[in-house]
């Protein structure tokens, strides 16, 4: 008789959460954030097939510390939160990498209704009834159609420290 066990289940935290960002302006970094976690988690180190991430952030949350900016790229050049308020993630598969205590996760992320294969490593920590999930990946912003001509570089960096916890 074999005995399978249940992958858990674990719910994304916005408290103890960061999501941010990172890209230059007129030759200087600004930096970025967004909260407003939601989603499920599957996840199971020893079961990695059966692990999954479906996670969302609130695309209206974005902060770089200066309100006037922040609402420019609320507005539908940048993210057009009024037709699309959430950045999406779901994972297509997560694998062991060759670095010890560090997975790879390949998934699509969704931005302004333009989806994206994207892959990255990230470790999964355990805390307490959950884990931290953190990870560090590049992305073009013209695939998403966000920021048109602008000033700002193409390319950005998004680093991730997202705390779960046991559904």
Do not use: W
Not at 31 to 60: E, H, K, M, R, Y
Not at 100 to 121: E, H, R, Y
Not at 133 to 153: A, E, H, L, Q, Y
Request: aromatic share 12%.
């Amino acid at each position: 008789m074999t005995v399978k066990f249940a992958v858990a289940q674990y719910k994304p935290v916005d408290q103890g959460s960061t999501v941010q960002f990172k890209i230059r302006n007129l030759g200087f970094n600004v930096n970025g954030s967004f909260c407003g976690l939601n989603g499920n988690i599957l996840f199971d180190p020893n079961n990695l097939t059966a692990s999954q991430f479906n996670v969302s952030i609130d695309a209206n949350t974005i902060n770089t510390d200066n309100n006037m900016r922040d609402d420019h790229l609320r507005n539908d050049s940048y993210f057009d939160v009024k037709k699309y308020p959430v950045i999406l993630f779901a994972s297509t598969k997560i694998t062991p990498s060759n670095k010890k205590a560090t997975l790879f996760v390949f998934g699509k992320l969704t931005i302004k209704n333009q989806t994206k294969d994207v892959s990255f490593p990230f470790t999964a920590t355990q805390f307490n009834d959950g884990y931290i999930f953190s990870g560090t990946f590049k992305i073009n912003r013209k695939d998403f159609g966000v920021g048109g001509t602008s000033t700002i570089s193409d390319d950005l960096e998004v680093s991730l420290n997202i705390l779960s916890k046991k559904a």
